[in-house]
């Protein structure tokens, strides 16, 4: 049985019927809902017109009518309602439109479904979806965008001013704009985004202004604290992609603009907040700036500078007292001094971890602050010196320091830490081996375990090679006094072997130790029988080790029998060789003393000036002036008398600075040519100032070599053919193998 034939103009009346009965339901006015019937009889009708023979295949004639169907509809209805309306009012009526126009593009596209299947895929035409929302984008939205984006941010501003909006509506109203792009952002960016990022821009710019002018740098941050409600915005209303851009628009209005006029505000700015310990406020200027590109370095260069200026007051400060106090108690200023900076660099530091949440650049700050002022001289001393005597005052026994076992491990910590900080760090080495050269021989050390306990943490900052010396020193120390014990055994052992008198002797490994001059003093006959009597003991333990006698280190502990009683002095050997000449002769010369003794113009003068001129005067000195010169005369003072029975009796105390400084100097050189000299039988040939960095990056970690003494030992390494110059470049060097 043959189908009817259907006509266009018959079968698209039956289709505007149900068109209509479309328009009239989502207009809300009373019509039933479509039954099954009904709508399987629009699909058919559509059907059977793309399915006739032609000429009567309709296909191109319903799609094109399927497009005016939706042009008609909003020309005749969705316009004239929009155009009537403003404001919210206006995008309430076109979030209605936009939901009914979807509603229509989904039923009628199910209608006209055959047509999407067969003739569009054939003709490669846009969906009949897609005809839709073109219709819509081309002849509402393009009219009515611009006064829907303008309303819109005018209520963002609205809200900005603290006033309640309707968030939803603005949700759906911009969801719009998305979904009219298709899948593609452009609409929203270019119709909406661009407009509301220069609006925020503005806004923002204005408030800042007022507030940069009217508020206090804490203030003004609080204020800042919007940030987080654009973010809020963001997730309410926005889309999640203007999150990014959004913030960076205001943070550069609120922060980037206005950076250096509000960090460096006079009573409120950065340095104030960090003179008066504001340390809510710094953390919430980190965190406000953190997140802006390079938005740190001027709040770290503030931080920078504060610390510098306040350390180097601090420096200031030890350098007026120690001058006015020049008579009174030398080198307590200098201890406070360093006291001050280890409290300083703990503030700081805290600064660093809390607020700054230990970010990198004001761990830089705080590193590159404290090596400004922890290298300045103090009243004519290195900081290397005054951290090896801080370390001395609180390893020692009767130290100034007088703190709990805790307390001196926490404070050698943190004097460790400081070490960093200094480029003479082979200064401050020469210095403390020094210092604990006289804490170990002299029994001064407090406690071996804080001893070695701070080797340990040198090791740890500054590797092996510093400490090992210090390392060596501590160990020969405990087998010095294995070494006594053995000597004791010895002298119990054999009864021909007796010195006479108490003896200890302390046997030391040259290469760990300072270095001291050893004079061959004329020992009294006492003190020979000793040495002898230890040379046969020492023999019996080892044929390949040479003895050098160091009577400057050496103590004894004599009798002096004084009219009034006896008395014990504690003198060092050279004194005592002075004292004991006097058990034969009343009277002497200096010369007479000198000669005796075979000891130099400047030992001698200062012994017989600590035994005739200082506070104990065991010898008479004629003429009885305050200095001694070459033409006196000493006799033992029988009168000397004094309420201890035991006294020790000091020598003026030599400045050892000089020696320690040209010590250094010393290995410097060594240290240079043994830098030059590994970094050119690597590379065999290299420039003049590639040479010289490298060299001072290599040396760098122990002292700051001094460029020209650089140069000076190069070329002192091709007069010993270590290196030569190239013959065409002489700013080239090659190495000689």
Excluded at 706 to 729: F, G, P, Q
Aim: charged share 30%; proline share 2%; aromatic share 10%.
């Amino acid at each position: 049985m043959e189908r009817k034939t259907i006509e266009l103009d018959q079968g698209w009346d039956y289709m505007q019927k149900g068109i209509t009965k479309l328009k009239k339901i989502l207009e809300g006015l009373l019509e039933p809902p479509f039954s099954s019937e009904e709508y399987m009889m629009l699909y058919t009708t559509i059907y059977n017109m793309c399915t006739q023979k032609p000429p009567h295949d309709y296909s191109q004639q319903l799609y094109d009518k399927y497009r005016e169907a939706f042009e008609e509809y909003i020309t005749s209805t969705v316009l004239p309602s929009l155009r009537e309306k403003h404001d919210e009012f206006m995008l309430r009526e076109l979030v209605k439109r936009w939901a009914n126009h979807k509603v229509m593009v989904r039923w009628l596209s199910r209608f006209f479904h055959y047509l999407d299947r067969y003739f569009i895929a054939r003709r490669s035409l846009p969906a009949l979806n897609e005809v839709g929302l073109t219709c819509f984008r081309d002849l509402v939205y393009q009219e009515v965008h611009a006064k829907v984006r303008d309303a819109v941010i005018a209520l963002i501003d609205i809200e900005r001013e603290g006033e309640q909006i309707d968030r939803a509506l603005l949700k759906n109203v911009l969801d719009i704009f998305v979904e009219i792009g298709m899948g593609q952002m452009e609409r929203y960016e270019d119709d909406f985004e661009a407009d509301m990022l220069e609006d925020t821009g503005a806004y923002y710019s204005r408030k800042a202004s007022s507030w940069i002018e009217e508020d206090s740098c804490p203030d003004y941050m609080l204020k800042a604290k919007c940030l987080r409600k654009e973010k809020d915005r963001v997730s309410h209303y926005l889309h999640s992609s203007s999150e990014t851009k959004l913030s960076e628009k205001v943070q550069h209005e609120l922060l980037v603009t206005y950076a250096s006029r509000l960090l460096e505000k006079e009573h409120s700015g950065c340095r104030a907040l960090l003179r008066d310990d504001k340390v809510e406020d710094l953390s919430r200027m980190y965190r406000l700036y953190c997140k802006i590109p390079r938005g740190l370095d001027p709040v770290a260069n503030i931080f920078k500078q504060h610390i510098t200026a306040e350390g180097t007051a601090l420096v200031q400060q030890a350098e007026d007292a120690a001058s006015n106090q020049a008579s009174n108690a030398p080198g307590v200023q200098e201890q406070v001094l360093i006291r001050k900076i280890i409290e300083l660099h703990d503030k700081y530091m805290a600064y660093v971890t809390d607020c700054f949440q230990n970010h990198t650049l004001f761990h830089k700050a705080l590193k590159e602050a404290f090596e400004v002022f922890c290298n300045k001289t103090v009243t004519g001393s290195s900081s290397a010196e005054l951290l090896a005597t801080f370390c001395d005052n609180i390893l020692k026994k009767g130290g100034s320091e007088k703190l709990s076992d805790e307390a001196i491990e926490e404070t050698l910590e943190k004097v460790v830490k400081l070490l960093a900080y200094i480029s003479d760090k082979d200064l401050f080495a020469e210095f403390y081996r020094k210092k604990l050269a006289r804490r170990l021989l002299f029994d001064r050390s407090a406690n071996d375990d804080h001893e070695r306990s701070i080797l340990t943490k040198l090791k740890q900052q500054c590797g092996g090679q510093f400490t090992s010396k210090m390392e060596g020193m501590v160990t020969d120390l405990t087998l010095a006094r294995e070494n006594q014990a053995s000597f004791e055994d010895y002298l119990r052992n054999n009864s021909a072997a007796h010195p006479g008198i108490d003896l200890t002797v302390t046997v030391l490994t040259t290469g760990f130790w300072p270095s001291y001059k050893s004079f061959d003093l004329n020992l009294p006959s006492e003190m020979v029988k000793c040495v002898e009597i230890f040379k046969g003991f020492y023999e019996t333990k080892t044929k390949h080790r040479k003895l050098t006698w160091i009577y400057s280190l050496g103590t004894c502990h004599i009798n002096g029998k004084f009219e009034q009683k006896t008395i014990e002095l504690i003198v060092s050997t050279y004194q005592a060789a002075v004292l004991l000449l006097f058990n034969a002769s009343d009277r002497l010369s200096y010369s007479e003393i000198m000669a005796q003794l075979n000891l130099t113009h400047d030992d001698l003068v200062r012994l017989l000036h600590s035994l005739s001129c200082a506070k104990y005067k065991i010898l008479s000195k004629e003429p009885n002036t305050k200095t001694i010169s070459q033409s006196d005369y000493f006799e033992f003072n029988s009168k000397f008398t004094d309420k201890l029975r035991r006294i020790k009796i000091p020598l003026p105390p030599v400045d050892e600075r000089k020696k320690v400084v040209e010590d250094v100097d010393k290995d410097r050189r060594y240290a240079i040519d043994a830098a030059i000299v590994r970094i050119m039988k690597s590379r065999k040939v290299l420039g003049h100032q590639q040479l010289v960095s490298e060299c001072v990056e290599q040396l760098s970690r122990m002292f700051k070599p001094d460029i020209k003494a650089i140069k000076k030992r190069m070329e002192d390494l091709i007069t010993r053919d270590y290196l030569e110059r190239d013959k065409e470049n002489l700013n080239m060097f090659r190495y000689l193998a």
